[in-house]
């Protein structure tokens, strides 16, 4: 059976943990991290990273990557603050830095689900964007990517359909 960690990029108990909450029950050995209850400091862009693979900063970062490493595949839900990533997701992908030359994430499979207020392309269009170099530097094997239209609290739980077929479509690329 494969281990799946499911991370949260929202600062809030909003559309983007609810996706993940709803995949979380359908879906066996699952984990779910939310990034808004960590302590994630800042990278200070010291390049220590470049010689050791643990970053000099002590807080949760590093239990945060041994779960990553550990698990099979990685679902990111990823909210869309004015077309770009939130900023706990990008200070998120900054901290990360330390598996860009130990390449410890290389082929990892991952899928991205994106959640925003606007037209669902839109979303999918500028996130994909965002997280282009943090895919392309940690060598990430994106399997999907995924894109729902929800701005207000629970407007997700509208969309029960389509979330049961990005569930199914996730066991076929297990």
């Given at each position: 059976?494969?281990n ?5 990029g929202?600062?809030?108990k909003g559309n ?10 359908n879906?066996q050995n699952?984990?779910m991290?939310l990034?808004k209850?960590?302590n ?7 390049l220590?990273c470049h010689?050791?693979?643990?970053c000099?900063?002590?807080d949760d970062?590093?239990?945060?990557i ?13 909210p869309?603050y004015f ?13 990360l830095h330390?598996l860009?030359?130990s ?8 899928i ?8 669902e392309n ?15 530097y940690l060598?990430?094997?994106?399997i999907k ?6 701005l207000?609290?629970n ?16 066991s076929?690329?297990?």
């Open positions: 059976m494969k799946i960690l499911l991370i949260s929202s600062n809030r983007t943990q609810s996706i993940l909450e709803i995949i979380d029950k879906r699952t984990q991290l990034l209850d960590k994630i400091e800042y990278c200070k862009g010291c220590a010689k050791m693979i643990d000099v900063i002590k970062m590093k239990e945060i041994e779960k990553m490493i550990a698990s099979d595949l990685i679902i990111f839900g990823v869309n077309d770009n990533v939130s900023g706990l997701f990008k200070n998120f992908m900054d901290r330390p860009y030359k390449g410890l994430l290389a082929n990892k499979k991952v991205f689900i994106y959640v925003g207020g606007g037209n839109g979303t999918k269009e500028e996130l994909h964007h965002s997280i282009r170099g943090f895919v392309k060598k990430l094997n994106v990517e995924y894109s729902f239209q929800a207000n609290y407007d997700i739980l509208s969309q029960q359909e389509k979330i049961h077929k990005v569930v199914s479509e996730m076929e690329n297990l």
